[in-house]
């Protein structure tokens, strides 16, 4: 089969944005394609990763009004929920759109836009997504943090530390990506002083609320090199759900969906973990960055801590993951941060990354919905037909 | 390419519920896999069809919530929101997960809870679908509705009575159906004597606030086969969308969404609208049985409203449309409709429609989201796997 190839990627700057939903959508659509080879008539299908536009600013029908935005008329339109990793299902929706035959060209945005809410009303939307039992309890997703954050300290005798490394580094990540919310650096004191949200994790634990959008332009790989030279394609992709009462786990240091759906890419990518070059993480809080290196098998389970500590997970180090700066720094708009994991990746491994550009040819993104409620994984590779190019010219002058 | 086929589906009861959204959800999914062939830890992506249960009651993260109750984990899910036409987006969806090979077996529920809301809070979250500009001023879809018809029936010289033949064939019709929110007749006088919503609309011509769920279990063909003799097969299916701004059409008695879905989904199945029995359109409001019954290319532009009076289309005419009840009669919980159009389908061509069924083989849903601003298009085939058996059997007895 006909894999299926991202051939251009954009995001708006995260941050405190002004506007509505549909103006993010739109600038991020409009990035992706104006000045591109591929022209609005092209576009079959138009997805948009959403969470809560109807909750957040009463919009609904979104998916319609940004095809008329973006004039796409008549392309399919539907908008994909699946909480915090809706522009990971946006992702395996437009794939799947692709794959299956029914659209030659789609194009996915994904977007939220969140700040002109205040923290609490944000916060109870997106505890919305909790089972209504916990809910009732007044449980939010940064307690299920604290919580899980103890016993994994405790379980792995890791020092507290060391949390605050995966914050000190995805903020020295963001300093290089013009998007983030947050382009400075934090230190270890300050993580460790900053104030105490859900014991044991502090302010600078947490991902912050964000505005913003982005966007990837999807087809067949047949299709890609008729239109440019620089691509990356996607050679595995799998989804998968957890337990969605999350005090149901038997360990709450693993994340059974972050397992299964990377089950499901690694075998279709026909790869094992030791051969992915970097990761975009779902950082929401650095908790959740352990978990995922771990139960995505990047480490042993209660080792992703040592790595982050060894610098391991740096920018420079073995296995860099979010060198886009994560949602830590570079902001969580919660329908935008699986979509603006894969545009990470298609930077680096297109080559276009800028000061933050790294040697890689196979990355993977890792979505998680609620507490690792639902997961979605994307493998990407990139640079094989460059490279194929080179080789083949590398024969060329030496068949001269 | 293995084609997909439905070889289960189910309904709830339509009309005012107690309970959830997630509670009819998980009946509808209970009764599609309950005692049928295929156990839940077969199904790989669970799809979720809902337009507005964040509005409506709060709840976020429905299809993780409704995986667990049904104990489908780790399948992935996902919801899907086309307004409504969320339905018919997630047999799109369910289909496309299937024929990309990302799951041999995928279960699409769609469903909605309304009546807690009053009909004015009810009717001021659909509108929120409709462009900003029109929202503003005013504009539901009852008010589109209301505007459209007046403008029908003068550009076709159309009595306002055939309006209401609609309400009364559907209103028929949905005696037989078990599952309506009404299972009684109207006569024509007490449409025309009913109240006046929306000039020259009456309550009779609009569709009830619904309760309800609908289930579909898809898989390929080849799979089909192994678990059952009766299964309907998708042979065409396609989606567009039309002008967001209703005002922005040149002619509004055309929509454009219609046509474009319509055309991909005849082209797909390789046959013409002279070649489909019966079809489930999405008549809202009276007047959009007449809109899609030309713009699908069963009756020349303008003459639907003659076929109305003629009783073509009433379940013993030549081509019955609406054999369910139609959104009039049977209700409208928004993200279940378009998979309830498939679940009548599914009923009529696998010969158990019980009083409502007819002779046919090859049937159309068309479901409508804002007022034809999104538009799905689904053409099923059934019992050919039967009749080929049948055939088979005669030609056994024809060699002896």
């Known amino acids: 089969m006909d894999r299926v190839a991202v051939i251009a990627a954009s995001m708006t700057d995260f941050g405190q944005r002004d506007g509505w939903l549909r103006d993010l959508l739109a600038e991020a659509g409009s990035a992706c394609i104006d000045g591109g080879p591929v022209s609005p008539s092209e576009i079959e299908h138009l997805y948009v990763s959403n969470m809560a536009g109807g909750e957040f600013e009463g919009q609904g029908g979104i998916a319609n009004l940004v095809a008329h935005d973006l004039s796409l008329l008549p392309a399919y339109t539907a908008r994909i929920?699946?909480?915090?990793?809706?522009?990971?299902?946006?992702?395996?929706?437009?794939?799947?759109?692709?794959?299956?035959?029914?659209?030659?060209?789609?194009?996915?945005?994904?977007?939220?836009?969140?700040?002109?809410?205040?923290?609490?009303e944000?916060?109870?939307?997106?505890?919305s997504l909790t089972h209504p039992v916990e809910y009732k309890h007044g449980v939010t997703l940064p307690s299920?943090?604290?919580?899980?954050?103890?016993?994994?300290?405790?379980?792995?005798?890791?020092?507290?530390?060391?949390?605050?490394?995966?914050?000190?580094?995805?903020?020295?990540?963001?300093?290089?990506?013009?998007?983030?919310?947050?382009?400075k650096t934090v230190d270890i004191e300050t993580v460790l002083e900053s104030p105490l949200v859900a014991d044991p994790l502090r302010l600078y634990d947490f991902c912050p609320i964000t505005d913003g959008a982005a966007a990837l332009l999807l087809c067949p790989e047949s299709v890609a090199t008729s239109y440019t030279d620089s691509y990356a394609t996607i050679t595995g992709i799998g989804g998968a759900t957890d337990t969605h009462v999350v005090h149901e786990r038997p360990d709450p240091t693993v994340m059974n969906g972050v397992v299964s759906a990377a089950q499901q890419a690694?075998?279709?990518?026909?790869?094992?973990?030791?051969?992915?070059?970097?990761?975009?993480?779902?950082?929401?809080?650095?908790?959740?960055?352990?978990?995922?290196?771990?139960?995505?098998?990047?480490?042993?389970?209660?080792?992703?801590?040592?790595?982050?500590?060894?610098?391991?997970?740096?920018?420079?180090?073995?296995?860099?993951?979010?060198?886009?700066?994560?949602?830590?720094?570079?902001?969580?708009?919660?329908?935008?941060?699986g979509v603006a994991q894969v545009y990470e990746l298609y930077q680096q491994l297109c080559g276009t990354a800028g000061k933050r550009q790294i040697n890689a040819q196979t990355g993977l993104a890792c979505n998680v919905g609620g507490f690792g409620n639902c997961v979605t994984t994307t493998i990407l590779e990139g640079r094989q037909w460059l490279m194929n190019q080179g080789s083949l010219l590398l024969d060329m002058r030496a068949e001269r």
């Open 81 to 120: 929920d699946q909480t915090s990793a809706s522009g990971g299902a946006g992702v395996y929706a437009a794939w799947q759109s692709v794959a299956s035959g029914a659209a030659d060209m789609t194009l996915l945005i994904g977007g939220e836009k969140m700040t002109h809410r205040t923290t609490g």
């Open 122 to 127: 944000a916060t109870d939307v997106i505890a």
């Open 144 to 183: 299920f943090a604290g919580l899980t954050a103890r016993q994994y300290l405790h379980q792995y005798d890791a020092p507290r530390e060391s949390l605050a490394h995966v914050a000190v580094k995805n903020h020295r990540n963001g300093v290089d990506n013009p998007h983030a919310q947050f382009q």
């Open 266 to 337: 690694y075998e279709m990518a026909d790869i094992s973990p030791d051969s992915i070059d970097m990761a975009e993480l779902h950082d929401m809080f650095t908790i959740l960055e352990f978990l995922q290196a771990e139960d995505l098998g990047f480490f042993e389970k209660g080792e992703a801590w040592k790595a982050a500590m060894n610098d391991i997970t740096a920018r420079d180090g073995d296995l860099p993951v979010n060198t886009s700066g994560g949602l830590k720094s570079k902001g969580h708009p919660l329908g935008a941060s």
